[in-house]
């Protein structure tokens, strides 16, 4: 498929499907100094990022001189990596796997902005995943970046909505595509961050902090 707003679409409800992992090939640099609009450069970051929310296995493969650039030519200076992320020297090409049923690959192999090829024959996925795992292998593990001092944690955001929305922890885990577990874990960890045991305070107490 070609057009950038098919292509954002598909990218946005392949994303969206994931529920159990998401594998990516991904080179951030490959798109510097090239004529894309800024909103579709930060498209299939995005997608990723909130994937990464509910999806338990995130992984992605991202060639070494990729950080340097990026930070190079970001004034921030920084690339956010959700999930688990490992470094290459080089990828094969760029790629996004959901689930281990569907995958995304640019029509060129590098710009999905150029044309996406979508693959749902499962020997060619398999093989696909194989590839992606044999490359993991060799990779050298990026550690998380920590949230900002002060920060809300990125994983945290989406419990502070249901607590503020007033789900039930059941209604919240289902809607967050988490267990009933892990989200009692989370709501522990926001309120301890908030400094709070109350679920009651913890809408004001992330007021005052400017987390709202």
């Not at 190079?72 to 049923?101: E, H, Q």
């Not at 955001?157 to 922890?169: F, I, K, Q």
Request: one cysteine or more; aromatic letters at 4%; a positive charge.
């Amino acid at each position: 498929m070609r057009g950038t707003r098919q292509i954002c679409a598909t990218l946005a409800a392949l994303t969206e499907s994931a529920r159990r992992e998401l594998l990516t090939f991904d080179d951030p640099a490959a798109c510097l100094g090239l004529p894309i609009p800024a909103p579709f450069l930060e498209l299939a970051g995005t997608c990723v990022r909130a994937a990464s929310e509910r999806v338990a296995t995130v992984r992605q493969i991202v060639p070494r001189h990729a950080l340097s650039s990026v930070a190079a030519a970001d004034a921030a200076g920084a690339i956010r990596l959700p999930g688990r992320a490992r470094l290459t020297p080089s990828i094969p090409f760029k790629m996004i796997v959901v689930d281990r049923t569907v995958a995304a690959i640019p029509l060129d192999l590098e710009l999905l902005y150029n044309g996406l090829l979508l693959i749902r024959d499962p020997v060619v996925v398999q093989a696909l995943v194989r590839a992606h795992h044999a490359w993991w292998e060799t990779g050298e593990e990026v550690p998380p970046r920590p949230a900002p001092a002060g920060a809300l944690p990125a994983h945290l955001r989406p419990v502070l909505e249901a607590l503020l929305a007033g789900l039930t922890d059941e209604t919240a885990a289902a809607r967050l595509g988490i267990s009933g577990r892990t989200y009692s874990r989370r709501v522990g960890e926001l309120l301890a961050a908030l400094g709070t045991t109350s679920r009651f305070r913890a809408g004001a107490e992330a007021v005052r902090r400017g987390w709202l």
